[in-house]
């Protein structure tokens, strides 16, 4: 079955440092792949969202990431982290193996970004 | 106004109560879940629907029922709650397969 994993339930960093933050999937065939970020007492917004072409991915307020079939990975950067950036942040993949009607996201666990001033 | 609103925002229930989560959204899209957010668990999917005669159980319905009474409202009942379901729940909706889901703003329930 398809299942995504986030490495690192917290992270903090310190204003203007690179921010890291790991996913990787399990599958056989490249998934659909996204980012999702949560600030408080808010829903799920999108950052970013692969499904095919160019393997580097930009998104909104300067995150980025890069698909990597080799390490089924699909890593989430952001080269200098602002205090707004503080936030939970969630992996989600969509299988690509059933021909797409019925296919739905499965999230990681997210990880909390913190950032010190 | 949000695209997606959810009522109410917050709420408290003793255990055997039967309670409902309402959603409704202006997107117009066909495509309506109903989600389950805890620490340390992400996001789990309670139940789906595609239209407004299609409704799908997710990886954890036990407990659960949902209703879609028209494309832009799908609700969620427990029809006896118990403490472990206390929870912030989250409706979204999206237009077709894996395009990005568009969130409300969550319930937060706790069952007492």
């Known amino acids: 079955a398809q299942s995504v994993t986030q490495l690192g339930s917290h992270v903090s960093v310190s204003e203007g440092a690179l921010v890291l933050l790991r996913c990787n999937y399990s599958?056989?065939?490249?998934?659909?792949l996204f980012w999702y970020v949560q600030y408080p007492n808010q829903g799920l917004q999108l950052l970013l969202k692969y499904t095919t072409g160019a393997t580097l991915v930009k998104g909104i307020n300067g995150f980025e990431a890069e698909f990597k079939k080799s390490e089924t990975s699909f890593h989430l950067t952001k080269p200098s982290a602002h205090m707004s950036d503080a936030a939970e942040y969630f992996c989600?993949?969509?299988?690509?193996?059933?021909?797409?009607?019925?296919?739905?996201?499965?999230f990681g666990t997210g990880t909390l970004l913190a950032v010190q001033p | 106004d949000a695209d997606v609103t959810q009522t109410p925002r917050n709420r408290i229930t003793k255990t055997g109560k039967r309670i409902m989560l309402e959603c409704s959204q202006t997107?117009?899209?066909?495509?309506m879940y109903w989600y389950r957010q805890d620490p340390g668990l992400g996001l789990r999917l309670i139940y789906y629907s595609f239209d407004v005669k299609d409704i799908n159980k997710g990886e954890i319905s036990d407990g659960y029922s949902v209703s879609r009474q028209a494309q832009a409202k799908f609700s969620l009942s427990l029809e006896s709650a118990i403490p472990n379901q206390t929870a912030l729940y989250f409706c979204a909706t999206n237009d077709r397969a894996n395009s990005p889901l568009h969130f409300g703003n969550g319930t937060r329930l706790t069952v007492t």
């Open positions: 997107k117009g899209h066909d495509r």
């Open positions: 989600a993949v969509s299988d690509r193996r059933y021909g797409g009607a019925t296919n739905k996201l499965i």
């Open positions: 599958s056989s065939v490249p998934p659909y």
